[in-house]
Protein backbone atom coordinates (compact mmCIF):
# COMPACT_ATOMS: atom_id res chain seq x y z
CA UNK A 1 0.00 0.00 0.00
CA UNK A 2 1.38 3.24 -0.60
CA UNK A 3 1.79 5.99 1.48
CA UNK A 4 2.98 9.51 1.42
CA UNK A 5 3.56 11.54 4.88
CA UNK A 6 4.10 14.72 5.39
CA UNK A 7 5.93 16.84 7.92
CA UNK A 8 7.90 20.32 8.90
CA UNK A 9 4.53 22.38 8.68
CA UNK A 10 3.75 25.38 11.30
CA UNK A 11 3.70 28.90 11.66
CA UNK A 12 6.79 31.12 10.81
CA UNK A 13 7.02 35.01 10.36
CA UNK A 14 6.69 36.37 7.28
CA UNK A 15 10.59 36.46 5.99
CA UNK A 16 11.17 32.97 7.35
CA UNK A 17 12.03 29.41 6.60
CA UNK A 18 10.48 26.38 6.58
CA UNK A 19 11.45 22.76 5.26
CA UNK A 20 8.64 20.11 4.25
CA UNK A 21 9.24 16.53 4.41
CA UNK A 22 7.40 13.68 2.41
CA UNK A 23 8.07 10.50 3.06
CA UNK A 24 7.08 7.40 0.68
CA UNK A 25 6.59 3.55 1.27
CA UNK A 26 4.88 0.97 -0.61
CA UNK A 27 6.95 0.98 -3.82
CA UNK A 28 9.98 2.07 -5.39
CA UNK A 29 9.78 5.95 -6.36
CA UNK A 30 13.36 6.46 -7.72
CA UNK A 31 11.56 6.99 -11.02
CA UNK A 32 8.79 8.30 -10.28
CA UNK A 33 7.93 12.35 -10.51
CA UNK A 34 7.84 14.05 -7.03
CA UNK A 35 5.21 16.75 -6.68
CA UNK A 36 4.14 19.37 -4.27
CA UNK A 37 0.68 21.25 -4.44
CA UNK A 38 -0.87 23.41 -1.94
CA UNK A 39 -4.96 24.57 -0.96
CA UNK A 40 -5.29 27.73 0.66
CA UNK A 41 -8.87 28.62 2.39
CA UNK A 42 -11.50 28.37 -0.23
CA UNK A 43 -9.11 28.20 -3.48
CA UNK A 44 -8.01 25.20 -5.67
CA UNK A 45 -5.55 22.93 -4.77
CA UNK A 46 -2.44 24.41 -7.40
CA UNK A 47 0.90 23.24 -8.00
CA UNK A 48 3.69 24.30 -6.17
CA UNK A 49 6.76 22.81 -7.37
CA UNK A 50 8.43 19.13 -8.77
CA UNK A 51 11.23 16.95 -9.29
CA UNK A 52 11.17 14.85 -12.71
CA UNK A 53 13.47 11.95 -12.43
CA UNK A 54 13.09 10.79 -16.35
CA UNK A 55 14.70 14.53 -16.77
CA UNK A 56 16.84 15.22 -14.03
CA UNK A 57 14.54 18.56 -13.37
CA UNK A 58 12.81 20.31 -10.97
CA UNK A 59 10.05 22.71 -12.31
CA UNK A 60 8.21 25.62 -9.95
CA UNK A 61 4.92 28.10 -10.07
CA UNK A 62 6.14 31.11 -10.66
CA UNK A 63 4.68 32.06 -7.21
CA UNK A 64 7.57 31.00 -5.52
CA UNK A 65 10.45 30.56 -7.81
CA UNK A 66 13.40 31.40 -6.48
CA UNK A 67 12.06 31.37 -3.01
CA UNK A 68 11.67 27.34 -2.81
CA UNK A 69 13.45 24.86 -3.19
CA UNK A 70 12.30 20.74 -4.48
CA UNK A 71 14.94 17.91 -3.51
CA UNK A 72 14.96 14.56 -3.01
CA UNK A 73 16.62 11.76 -1.72
CA UNK A 74 16.08 8.22 -3.21
CA UNK A 75 18.01 6.15 -0.30
CA UNK A 76 15.13 7.21 1.94
CA UNK A 77 12.10 7.20 -0.42
CA UNK A 78 12.02 11.21 0.64
CA UNK A 79 10.88 14.24 -1.25
CA UNK A 80 11.68 17.78 0.63
CA UNK A 81 10.30 21.39 0.19
CA UNK A 82 12.80 23.90 1.08
CA UNK A 83 10.83 27.23 1.56
CA UNK A 84 12.38 30.47 1.96
CA UNK A 85 11.29 33.88 2.58
CA UNK A 86 7.87 32.91 3.29
CA UNK A 87 5.20 35.19 2.76
CA UNK A 88 1.71 35.46 4.43
CA UNK A 89 0.54 34.72 0.91
CA UNK A 90 2.33 31.41 1.04
CA UNK A 91 -0.10 30.19 3.78
CA UNK A 92 -1.48 26.91 3.36
CA UNK A 93 -2.18 23.11 3.53
CA UNK A 94 0.92 21.64 1.81
CA UNK A 95 0.30 18.08 0.11
CA UNK A 96 2.93 15.87 -1.61
CA UNK A 97 2.19 13.54 -4.92
CA UNK A 98 3.38 10.97 -6.89
CA UNK A 99 3.10 9.77 -10.55
CA UNK A 100 4.80 6.91 -12.08
CA UNK A 101 7.16 7.78 -15.14
CA UNK A 102 4.57 7.07 -17.65
CA UNK A 103 1.57 8.62 -16.08
CA UNK A 104 -0.57 10.83 -18.38
CA UNK A 105 -0.76 14.64 -18.18
CA UNK A 106 1.64 17.12 -16.99
CA UNK A 107 3.90 17.68 -13.88
CA UNK A 108 2.03 20.46 -12.77
CA UNK A 109 -1.70 19.08 -13.19
CA UNK A 110 -3.77 16.82 -10.25
CA UNK A 111 -4.96 14.49 -12.32
CA UNK A 112 -1.23 13.63 -13.33
CA UNK A 113 -0.34 11.94 -9.92
CA UNK A 114 -2.21 9.26 -8.40
CA UNK A 115 -1.18 8.91 -4.51
CA UNK A 116 -1.27 11.82 -2.34
CA UNK A 117 -0.20 12.58 1.44
CA UNK A 118 -2.79 13.97 4.50
CA UNK A 119 -1.20 17.40 3.55
CA UNK A 120 0.78 19.77 6.52
CA UNK A 121 -0.27 23.26 7.03
CA UNK A 122 1.90 26.05 6.96
CA UNK A 123 1.07 29.44 8.11
CA UNK A 124 2.96 32.32 7.78
CA UNK A 125 1.84 35.45 9.98
CA UNK A 126 2.60 39.14 8.77
Known amino acids: QVQLVESGGGLVQAGGSLRLSCAAS????????MGWFRQAPGKEREFVAA????????NYADSVKGRFTISRDNAKNTVYLQMNSLKPEDTAVYYC???????????????????WGQGTQVTVSS
Open 97 to 115: ATARAYSSGIYYQKDHYDY
Open 26 to 33: GRTFSTDT
Open 51 to 58: IIWSRRST
